[in-house]
C-alpha cells in the first residue's frame, strides 16, 4: 500500500514513513556546496616521536610541496545521492596547458582538478562549476523544472 501526505511530504509504504520532500523542495533539489583549504605539508620542521627518545627521524619535503596548496570543494544533496564530483583547486598559472593536462590524468576521473593563481575558488571556477556540473545535478529533467535550495 501507498499512501502520500503531500503537505508533510511523506510517502507511506507498508507502514513505513520516507520523507521525499520539505516544503515544496524535493530531497534532490536541496544541496550544500562547501569549501575548505587543504595544506600538502602539515607541521613544517616537526616530527612525532615519544618524548625521551635519542634519536628522531625527520621527513624532509620534495622541493616546492611545503608550499603547495588546493581547495577543495564539495557539494552533498540532502537524498544522500552524490550527482556533483568532487573539485580540487591547485595553485598554478592559468594558461598553459601541457603539464596540467598531466597533472588531472593522474586524478581519479571521478574528481574535477582545476588550477588558478591562489588556489581557491574564483568566480571563474564558481562559473565553470556551475556549467560543467551544478546545471546537470537535478534528477528532473530541464521540461520539468522544480525549484532548487542551494547554501554555499
Same mark, same amino acid.
Given at each position: 500500500?501507498?499512501?502520500?501526505?503531500?503537505?508533510?511530504?511523506?510517502?507511506?509504504?507498508?507502514?513505513?514513513?520516507?520523507?521525499?520532500?520539505?516544503?515544496? !523542495?524535493?530531497?534532490?533539489?536541496?544541496?550544500?556546496?562547501?569549501? &575548505?583549504?587543504?595544506?600538502?605539508?602539515?607541521?613544517?620542521?616537526?616530527?612525532? +616521536?615519544?618524548?625521551?627518545?635519542?634519536?628522531?627521524?625527520?621527513?624532509?619535503?620534495?622541493?616546492?610541496?611545503?608550499?603547495?596548496? #588546493? &581547495?577543495?570543494?564539495?557539494?552533498?544533496?540532502?537524498?544522500?545521492?552524490?550527482?556533483?564530483?568532487?573539485?580540487?583547486?591547485?595553485?598554478? #598559472?592559468?594558461?598553459?596547458?601541457?603539464?596540467?593536462?598531466?597533472?588531472?590524468? +593522474?586524478?581519479?576521473?571521478?574528481?574535477?582538478?582545476? !588550477?588558478?593563481?591562489? #588556489?581557491?575558488?574564483?568566480?571563474?571556477?564558481?562559473?565553470?562549476?556551475?556549467?560543467?556540473?551544478?546545471?546537470?545535478?537535478?534528477?528532473?529533467?530541464?521540461?520539468?523544472?522544480?525549484?532548487?535550495?542551494?547554501?554555499?
Amino acid at each position: 500500500m501507498v499512501r502520500s501526505d503531500s503537505h508533510l511530504g511523506l510517502v507511506e509504504r507498508d507502514g513505513d514513513k520516507a520523507q521525499t520532500k520539505v516544503e515544496r !523542495f524535493q530531497l534532490s533539489e536541496i544541496h550544500n556546496m562547501d569549501q &575548505t583549504p587543504i595544506a600538502s605539508e602539515f607541521l613544517d620542521e616537526r616530527t612525532y +616521536e615519544f618524548k625521551g627518545n635519542k634519536i628522531a627521524w625527520l621527513k624532509e619535503t620534495r622541493s616546492g610541496w611545503d608550499q603547495r596548496q #588546493a &581547495t577543495l570543494q564539495v557539494c552533498v544533496f540532502a537524498d544522500g545521492i552524490q550527482r556533483c564530483k568532487p573539485q580540487l583547486i591547485f595553485h598554478s #598559472a592559468e594558461t598553459g596547458k601541457g603539464a596540467r593536462a598531466k597533472n588531472r590524468k +593522474e586524478y581519479h576521473s571521478g574528481v574535477e582538478v582545476l !588550477f588558478n593563481k591562489k #588556489a581557491w575558488a574564483s568566480e571563474k571556477t564558481m562559473i565553470q562549476w556551475i556549467k560543467s556540473q551544478y546545471r546537470y545535478a537535478s534528477e528532473f529533467p530541464l521540461s520539468r523544472k522544480q525549484p532548487r535550495l542551494i547554501t554555499l
